[in-house]
């Protein structure tokens, strides 16, 4: 599947910026399942400097410094990939939870060792006994681990109430547990702080 991706960010101010300086993750990344057959960003004023690297996570990162004085900055970016998506496996068919815990943290294969940093608290996400608990009972020993995990989504989409004025995008985490409401971005982060509470590593995509 080939796919087409257009994106603009427009800013506007009241007085004339003088400098801005930009880190752009607007390019799509190579993966097993993803091709990106072309990319590129343009930004209105043009900037004096753009470079071009690739962060530790594998992302590609483009920062510019515009030196043109403005009051409207646009950056659009254009983008074609090709999607190869990977077999989705059986949920029964995937090994027990607390296997897969155990390679995580003993780093029995090389991919270990990358998801093992998916483990930690991070800003965003605690860890902490009270997620650990709250999902516990959908990993009960041996459960395959996507099958648990399928689980805990539908908890969660079950238990929480989809409501865009509960909570801010600095809202913490514990509080939209709390109070059982939310947007997606809460809801991502309360699954991951309970996959990481249990142990297993996770991370927002």
Request: charged share 20%.
């Amino acid at each position: 599947m080939k796919y087409k991706i257009s994106h603009t960010t427009r800013y506007q101010y009241e007085d004339t910026a003088s400098l801005s300086h930009n880190e752009l993750y607007l390019t799509p990344r190579e993966t097993p399942v993803q091709h990106c057959i072309e990319s590129a960003i343009n930004l209105s004023p043009h900037p004096a400097a753009t470079t071009r690297r690739v962060d530790c996570f594998g992302n590609q990162v483009t920062t510019t410094t515009v030196q043109t004085p403005h009051t409207v900055f646009e950056i659009s970016a254009q983008s074609q990939v090709v999607i190869n998506p990977a077999p989705m496996p059986l949920p029964e068919e995937t090994p027990p939870w607390e296997q897969v815990k155990e390679s995580v943290w003993h780093h029995t294969a090389p991919d270990d060792l990358e998801a093992f940093q998916f483990v930690f608290p991070s800003p965003m996400i605690p860890v902490s006994e009270k997620f650990a608990r709250w999902a516990s009972n959908l990993f009960s020993p041996e459960t395959p681990i996507l099958k648990a995990a399928l689980g805990l989504t539908e908890k969660i989409f079950t238990m929480f109430k989809y409501d865009p004025q509960a909570t801010t995008t600095n809202t913490p985490v514990e509080a939209a547990f709390d109070i059982k409401k939310g947007v997606c971005q809460d809801f991502a982060h309360i699954e991951i702080a309970c996959l990481r509470s249990l142990g297993l590593p996770a991370r927002y995509v």
